[in-house]
């Protein structure tokens, strides 16, 4: 089934480990691929993004500024920089968030290079002809697209391409600081770049040979098993099409929440 977000600070949750059957020591190899398996389900915490195939599921995009924000919204997309409490210092190489609010859901526009960013209220991130920020669209138009435009330093840092040719950027106005964040930069420089973040669990691996093309395969039952509910024929090929055309997280949670099967935090 398909996990909730896990903020720093959250209980870990201890697993009961399945017995060994006495097939695993004659198979060979059967204990050694159950460890990565269960390896793999465990990663915890956030990690920098290092290519386009990080940008999707969970993810959040973090400045350094005076104090380290993120972009966040709220109930009604209003869209703002939000402080970041879960950093060590100022190293946006070890920021997680703290509240749903700070986590989009990024999707790749099937047939594009662009991605467009869903809210926790499920509206997508927007910016209108004037570099207004919001999120309060339940469809995607030109204005929720966005290309993420990677930085020659890596590190996970990228701009953020409106369909104006726009970038998002950051000013710090005030005494205190405080963050605006707009998307009608002509030119990208230090305000224009963010640093992405994803769940560990969801960095992609590169695989290559027979082990990459076995995991391009999924069968009914482990999609049941993610959506939590039986599927119909239309269901199953619906998922594996997302899954191919790398939207598969927001398919997937619009099943369960049509079935009311809601995560805890990812809603």
Not at 118 to 130: E, N, P, V
Not at 131 to 142: C, F, K, V
Request: proline residues 3%; glycine residues 10%.
């Amino acid at each position: 089934m398909v996990k909730a977000l896990r903020f720093k600070g959250d209980k870990k949750v201890k697993k009961r480990k399945r017995a060994e059957t006495e097939g695993d020591d004659a198979e060979g190899g059967s204990s050694s691929k159950v460890a990565k398996q269960q390896e793999a389900e465990e990663a915890e915490g956030w990690v920098d993004s290092e290519g386009l195939e990080d940008i999707n599921g969970p993810i959040i995009f973090t400045f350094s500024a005076a104090r380290p924000i993120c972009i966040a919204c709220d109930a009604v997309g209003k869209v703002f920089a939000s402080p970041i409490d879960a950093i060590e210092g100022e190293d946006l190489s070890t920021a997680e968030p703290t509240d749903v609010k700070q986590v989009w859901v990024a999707t790749k526009i099937h047939g594009t290079e662009k991605y467009s960013f869903k809210s926790h209220h499920g509206r997508y991130l927007s910016c209108d002809k004037f570099g207004g920020l919001s999120a309060t669209r339940e469809a995607i138009s030109p204005e929720e697209e966005f290309l993420p435009v990677p930085n020659e330093l890596g590190g996970g840092r990228w701009a953020l391409q409106t369909v104006r040719d726009k970038f998002l950027s950051v000013d710090e106005v005030g005494a205190g600081g405080t963050a605006e964040i707009r998307g009608d930069a002509e030119a990208v420089g230090f305000k224009e770049t963010f640093v992405v973040r994803l769940q560990a669990r969801n960095k992609k691996r590169k695989k290559s040979g027979a082990e990459g093309k076995g995991k391009d395969k999924i069968t009914r039952k482990e999609l049941e098993e993610q959506a939590g509910v039986k599927l119909d024929d239309e269901q199953v090929k619906a998922l594996k099409r997302a899954r191919r055309e790398g939207r598969f997280h927001e398919a997937l949670l619009d099943i369960r929440v049509k079935f009311g099967k809601h995560d805890k935090f990812a809603y």
